[in-house]
């Protein structure tokens, strides 16, 4: 799970971003947020996207666990954790706190996409669900675009999320990296790793 920059030659890790060797070792590029979504829900929330020559979008099952089981890893300073994509999209809305940082997870019923948001604005933290269709905040009933984190309606209409990126990896890999990190989602007797051959 490495690759390296053409210019440098510098070795880099793909998980977290950090070179392992070469002119930038040590070096950790910062992560912008990003997420796995269907193809055509992407092209219709941004119609005028740009394609790399060569690449077809193609179908991608987080829940596939043939290779393993799809999490999303957070890294806030020096807390991580990992989230099963499939807890989270039974959930719909995931609210937790990564050491003092509240945070909200929400997995459009849809489609399948994942978005993580620091769960505060105009200065106070909230607690999020899903009703009748709507992501809200409990404390003031504000509905939220689940997205973009802009509050469409009610009395924080107007406040924006703070979103936060996250890595897609297999859960064994995460925690090849990140070590006796909790994943969120595991059941009782759930051990991560490559499953059995069939």
């Given at each position: ?59 991608f099952n ?78 003031t009933g ?57």
């Open positions: 799970m490495t690759w390296f920059d053409h210019t440098t030659d510098s070795l880099w890790s793909q998980p977290t971003g950090t070179a392992l060797r070469g002119e930038f070792e040590g070096v950790r590029l910062e992560l912008v947020p990003s997420m796995v979504t269907p193809w055509e829900v992407w092209v219709a929330e941004h119609p005028d996207t740009l394609i790399l020559k060569g690449w077809r979008p193609h179908g987080p829940f596939h666990d043939r290779i393993g089981l799809q999490v999303a890893g957070i890294e806030l300073g020096d807390h991580a954790k990992a989230y099963l994509h499939e807890a989270v999209a039974a959930e719909i809305v995931v609210n937790d706190t990564l050491g003092d940082i509240p945070l909200v997870l929400i997995s459009n019923p849809e489609t399948g996409s994942l978005r993580a948001f620091l769960r505060s604005a105009a200065g106070q933290p909230l607690s999020f669900t899903w009703e009748d269709g709507k992501f809200v905040d409990k404390e504000s509905a939220w675009d689940p997205i973009k984190g802009l509050a469409l309606e009610g009395p924080l209409q107007g406040e924006l999320l703070k979103e936060i990126p996250y890595a897609t990896f297999f859960d064994w890999a995460w925690l090849d990296f990140f070590p006796g990190t909790d994943i969120y989602g595991l059941k009782e007797g759930d051990t991560p790793g490559l499953p059995e051959p069939p």
